[in-house]
């Protein structure tokens, strides 16, 4: 990922805040300047999530993305967040001890670095609650 | 809008063709596709080709003109070439726009072709440009891959409808046993459910004999109006539906993860179009690039009731000879995937089939049969319905 690519959407995955819809009441997360649902009559505010969710389904990737091939086995999942929406993201636990339904809250950590001397690039991972 | 039909087509071998060139491979695919529909170049009035990552997999854009160019239809006679880009639906896309050139009357003989030459970079580069149909920004860089996409998909069909390893295995076992029966197949060995198990694991649940390869490879067909395609052979292929639909690019912004809503919308708009319904369907060429997406595929189409897809599977009723024949051509698992051509591909199976000539993968009396292609996790479905009657 490129810097500003990265840098534009830092807030968002720093602090996991995406966007609601007045009109709708529906939130999202990754962020929408347009609401899918009503479009151009839709009024969207920013809305920081409490990341507070559970594991709707997961992977344990061992044949890595590039860039991650030291992180193996890894595990992926999409987490189903509280106010609605989902997202994907990695959950760190042991691979053994994951399973859908799981509750799980956030964590700041490292996503990944652009090459050795490169921008470091933060956002949220998830862990299980009973940790 | 006319009536439109196949009338010539050409797969290249599919495979790993390293003393071979991208252009040479989709030059094959079209001069053969031309020749077996008996016409000639100037005759030609536009072409579409489908192509995935051009720039990724060796760096080259501007495939329109290129193939064009290297087709001997671009000096001279200017034949108008654009490329069609929808992730690994890009074939289907291409056929999709040759068919909308001829059907509006702006043009009469048409070539759609697809074409990816993926092995001239490192597998993990390749994986790297296969990642960028999904959603670079919110799933790329959390460390998904393609198969950690789709397998994520497959623990939810597991949790939900008790989909089981070796149900996911049988797509496999079936597609291998049909592609050693096609000449153009990447892996003609058969396998096994035990050998599927045994395989490394990819991404839980997916072992990588549940996923497709990476593959080289190109394909073309010849349309043209219904009406005048008794004068170039005697077997036209007519086009009874051409449906496409689209979805979030994210996985994690669908509805139900286990069904991709872009294959159930442009199913239904095709059956619409068809005036058929899947009992009239004899066979189907799906997108298993994965063999949970074969089982999402024929659950999304409607040939198997939701959550069935695995034991229809296993209880061979997809094989040739049963109720609806899935992927007789091995599909993308067993005769390769080269992403921008599988669209093509799938419906050179399709007619072949119809025309009769599929050797020991024909289904009998096969008159109506459909294709399937999808892009990225779902984010793009293109379904076509063929029949040999007009
Ligand atoms: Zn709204």
Redesign the pocket.
Same mark, same amino acid.
């Given at each position: 990922m490129s810097v500003p690519r990265f840098w534009r959407k830092q807030l968002a995955r720093y602090n996991l805040i995406g966007t609601h /819809?007045k009109? &709708?009441d529906?939130y999202f997360y990754p962020p929408r300047n347009m /609401?899918p649902? &009503?479009r151009r009559e839709?009024e969207i505010e920013d809305f920081k999530f409490s990341g507070k969710g559970e594991v709707m389904t997961y992977t344990v990737i061992h044949t890595a993305a590039e860039g991650f091939e030291n992180q193996t086995p890894y595990v992926l999942g999409i987490i189903k967040l509280e106010e609605g929406p989902s997202l994907t993201s990695q959950i760190i636990c042991d691979p053994k001890d994951v399973s859908i339904g799981m509750k799980v809250s956030p964590v700041f950590r490292k996503l990944g670095q652009d090459g050795e001397q490169g921008m470091i690039y933060y956002g949220t991972k998830f862990v299980p609650d009973k940790c | 809008m006319r009536d439109v039909a196949i009338i010539g087509v050409k797969n290249t071998k599919f495979g790993e063709q390293w003393d071979r060139s991208f252009r040479d491979l989709v030059v094959e695919a079209g001069v053969g596709a031309v020749d077996d529909a008996g016409v000639v170049g100037g005759k030609i009035d536009s072409m579409f080709v489908g192509n995935m990552s051009g720039g990724q997999f060796v760096e080259q854009e501007h495939i329109g003109a290129l193939i064009a160019d290297y087709s001997g239809l671009a000096k001279d006679i200017h034949v108008p070439s654009t490329r069609v880009e929808a992730a690994c639906a890009s074939g289907g896309l291409a056929l999709r726009q040759g068919i909308y050139a001829v059907a509006s009357g702006m043009d009469d003989i048409v070539i759609a072709a697809g074409a990816e030459k993926m092995t001239d970079v490192p597998s993990a580069k390749a994986s790297s440009a296969l990642a960028a149909a999904a959603d670079r920004e919110w799933e790329g860089i959390m460390g998904a891959t393609f198969p950690g996409l789709y397998a994520m998909i497959a623990k939810m069909h597991m949790h939900k409808y008790g989909t089981t390893s070796e149900q996911l295995a049988s797509v496999a076992v079936k597609n291998h046993h049909n592609g050693q029966h096609n000449p153009i197949a990447q892996y003609k060995s058969p396998i096994t459910v035990e050998s599927v198990l045994k395989s490394i694991m990819v991404a839980d649940p997916l072992h990588i004999f549940d996923c497709s390869p990476i593959t080289d490879g190109a394909s073309a067909v010849v349309l043209a109006p219904a009406d005048i395609a008794h004068e170039f052979t005697d077997t036209p292929i007519y086009v009874k539906a051409t449906a496409q639909a689209s979805d979030t690019i994210a996985l994690h912004d669908r509805r139900d993860i286990t069904t991709l809503d872009a294959s159930v919308v442009a199913g239904r708009r095709a059956y619409e179009m068809a005036k058929m319904g899947p009992k009239d369907i004899q066979l189907v060429e799906v997108h298993d690039c994965f063999t949970i997406a074969e089982i999402c595929a024929i659950e999304d189409l409607g040939f198997a009731k939701k959550g069935e897809g695995g034991i229809v599977t296993q209880n061979g009723e997809t094989a040739i000879g049963g109720r609806i024949p899935v992927n007789t051509s091995g599909g993308l698992k067993s005769c390769g995937h080269p992403v921008g051509a599988t669209g093509v591909k799938q419906a050179i199976e399709i007619v072949e089939q119809l025309r009769g000539e599929a050797g020991k993968r024909q289904v009998d009396g096969a008159e109506i049969g459909m294709t399937h292609n999808v892009g990225g996790s779902g984010a793009t479905a293109v379904v076509h319905i063929f029949s040999r009657n007009r």
């Open positions: /819809c009109k &709708c529906d /609401c649902a &009503c839709g | -």
